[in-house]
């Protein structure tokens, strides 16, 4: 296994749109390794893409099991991922491997539904909420050249919970 | 040798251009912007700005000087220990807000003080109409006993109707 470099913005290559991945064979499974290894070695990260290593295929890691108290589907490899739906909004903060010093506030889907291949090149299906969900969806930015930079939102704003709807 | 960090401090009625004007002088006499914070209070500009100058204080108030003045706009240099790259990572975020009146930030933020928290960054505003104005505060900071002793702590605010919520931030690194 092998650590790799991940690139940082301003490079240019992070808004490259990566191709759908066509061999599920040893290599693909070789660099789904060195990519989760580079993940876990980013302080506090919970996804990778490929494409933030300079690889431009569509493949993502989320792993969020270390969070205490939150519904996640341990570590995921999702190769071609495809999110078919979304439902609800919700603010949160993101950070990124590719943008060092920085984060910022992202409005995403509270839920997610997806479909994917595994490492073996068979076809999944997922639900997602939450943290999950939105670690998915930071990542599949990723693979079309969308960094959480270009969906912040200001600080100087927030949203209050509602106590009563009525 | 690595340039002096200034904090430039520029006040004043404000008008279209404001941010333009000082920052292309700033620009025009080889100053370098770190960190700011620009923003409209009370019909007022204000920019607090991290400014990197190759020269002594004086010197860069003789420059700013009279394009602030021209701007009609107040200005304040002073030297800092500062640097870039020096952000914390907040973990909790405070909203509040209620019906107006004195004192709502001093007891707010004393509350949460004493239940440990160490405050980053915090924004307020008075909405509502001038009739019934709205007092509202985002607080973001670091909660060093946890978010139960916060929320426990802003009990006595939230019976005198003030509405709080106390939330983690979660930041994801992806």
């Known amino acids: 296994m092998a650590l790799l470099n991940v690139l940082v913005v301003p490079d240019e290559r992070l808004k490259q749109v990566s191709q759908p991945v066509e061999q599920f064979d040893s290599s693909l499974r070789d660099f789904i390794q060195d990519l989760e290894q580079t993940m876990r070695a980013g302080p506090g990260g919970v996804g990778i893409a490929a494409a933030q290593v300079a690889h431009f295929e569509r493949i993502v890691i989320v792993d969020v099991s270390s969070k205490p108290n939150i519904k996640h589907h341990g570590c995921l490899v999702l190769i071609n991922p495809e999110i078919t739906q979304w439902e609800g909004m919700v603010q949160g903060r993101e950070g990124c491997m590719s943008v060092p010093d920085y984060t910022g506030n992202v409005i995403r889907a509270k839920s997610i539904q997806l479909t994917a291949y595994d490492k073996f090149g068979a076809k999944q299906s997922y639900h997602c909420e939450g943290y999950e969900a939105r670690a998915i969806q930071h990542e599949v930015d990723h693979l079309d050249g969308t960094l959480f930079l270009d969906r912040v939102v200001s600080r100087r704003t927030d949203i209050f919970k509602r106590k009563h709807y009525q | ?174």
């Open chain 2, 1 to 174: 040798m690595e340039q002096q960090w200034y904090m430039l401090t520029v006040i004043g009625k404000d008008k279209p251009g404001l941010v333009a004007k000082v920052t292309a002088a700033l620009f025009g006499i080889g100053c370098n912007l770190g960190e700011t914070s620009m923003i409209r209070l009370g019909g007022n500009f204000t920019m607090m700005l991290m400014v990197q100058y190759d020269g002594n204080i004086a010197e860069l108030n003789t420059v700013i000087t009279p394009v602030t003045n021209e701007l009609l706009l107040r200005c304040h240099v002073d030297a800092i220990d500062g640097q870039l790259h020096d952000h914390r990572a907040s973990d909790v975020r405070i909203s509040v807000y209620g019906a107006d009146r004195t004192g709502i930030v001093s007891q707010v933020t004393n509350a949460l003080a004493q239940a440990g928290l160490d405050i980053f960054d915090l924004i307020s505003d008075v909405g509502g109409t001038p009739q019934h104005p709205v007092y509202i505060m985002h607080i973001e900071g670091h909660a060093a006993q946890g978010l139960e002793v916060l929320q426990n702590a802003l009990c006595t605010s939230i019976e005198q109707g003030i509405e709080v919520h106390v939330a983690p931030i979660d930041t994801i690194i992806g």
